[in-house]
Structures are given as structure tokens and as C-alpha cells.
């Protein structure tokens, strides 16, 4: 079914007023009604499309979600199928955490809005089992679902922003810490002794 011509200029507008409002505002003071306003739409329109203001969050990163899903499931190695273990591994790492700094803003929405979303929403589901899949062949000493989701916590953009602002750390210095999580630098012990 065909979108109306002005209801994709409304549903435009409001993607476009909230990602505004969401890289300049305190979250505390996004609301449907602000997006609204700015968007110059009623509040009506906007739940109508969105239902609140989780959906609208998820509508604004689904199709960065997707472009990266896309190219874990089918791009070229090592960060999509095939290469070596360890460098795949280490890619995704790079992949999901360029993803939380550039997305940073709509994923501290996300975690803010709803309880459990950072980790409960179906593409959260995903990047957390891919890492569970890729820890589990470079590590398979090691419970691979909870340390993908010790990982997957590290990579929060609340625990990234507090690292930065509050504890004065590089980008490079948390990404560092990152990967050393899910794969320590020097030898590892053997699973099979």
C-alpha cells in the first residue's frame, strides 16, 4: 500500500524534529508533544505513526540497524561470513561500537524510555547473539552468553559518555578496553587440559 504524499512529508518531518530534538535536548524534555510541535504536526499524528516515544526512537535507528545487520550477515570479511575467527571477532567489536558512537544520542533514548530495552528490542537480540556466536569460537572456554552480555553492557552509550565526560577516557582507550573484554591480549588457556 502506497504512503500518502502528505502523510510521508508528516512522518519525514517528525523523524526529522525528533532527531533533532534528541542530539540538542536534556532527554528529560523530548516529548511527543515538543516533536510535535516542531515537526508542525499534531501530537495526534504522531502517536498515530509512532504510538510513543520508544516506537518513534526505534523508527529513527532502524535503518542504521539494518544497514549493519546487512553487512555482518553479507558483507566482505571479516566483519560479514568468513576470515579468520579472531579477526571477525575483533571487527564486530569495531562495527558495534562505531555504531553506539555515532548512534549515541537515539541509543541513551532507547536506554532511558523503556526498561530492559537496550538489551530486550529485537536488534539488541541480534547483535548480542552474533557476539555470543563469534566469542564462543575465539573463546570456547568461557561462558559466551554471559560475557557477550558483559560486553554488550560495556558498550552502553550511557557507560561510554560517563566514561568520557566523568572519568576523562579517550575513544581509543574504551574501544581498548572493549575488546580486551571479549578477547584478552596473550595466551589463553586451554580448554581441553
Do not use: C
Not at 12 to 33: G, K, M, N, P, W
Not at 41 to 50: C, D, H, I, P, W
Amino acid at each position: 500500500m502506497t504512503e500518502r504524499a502528505d502523510a510521508a512529508r508528516n512522518r519525514a518531518a517528525v523523524l526529522t524534529a525528533a532527531e533533532a530534538l534528541f542530539q540538542r535536548e536534556d532527554l528529560d524534555h523530548v516529548s511527543l508533544a515538543r516533536i510535535a510541535q516542531a515537526a508542525g504536526v499534531g501530537k495526534a499524528t504522531v502517536m498515530r505513526r509512532f504510538g510513543d516515544l520508544l516506537g518513534l526512537v526505534e523508527a529513527l535507528i532502524a535503518p542504521r540497524v539494518t544497514a549493519l545487520r546487512d553487512r555482518v550477515r553479507s558483507g566482505e570479511p571479516p566483519l560479514g561470513p568468513g576470515g579468520d575467527a579472531g579477526a571477525r571477532l575483533h571487527a564486530y567489536l569495531d562495527a558495534l561500537f562505531d555504531f553506539v558512537l555515532d548512534n549515541r544520542t537515539l541509543i541513551r533514548a532507547l536506554e532511558h524510555y523503556g526498561p530492559y530495552a537496550y538489551y530486550a528490542n529485537p536488534a539488541s537480540q541480534f547483535w548480542i547473539d552474533e557476539l555470543t556466536d563469534r566469542i564462543r569460537v575465539v573463546r570456547p572456554a568461557v561462558d559466551a552468553p554471559y560475557l557477550a552480555y558483559a560486553v554488550f553492557t560495556a558498550l552502553r552509550a550511557d557507560v561510554m559518555d560517563y566514561l568520557r565526560q566523568h572519568q576523562h577516557m579517550d575513544i581509543e582507550r574504551i574501544r581498548a578496553g572493549v575488546h580486551a573484554l571479549a578477547d584478552p591480549p596473550g595466551p589463553q588457556p586451554d580448554p581441553h587440559r
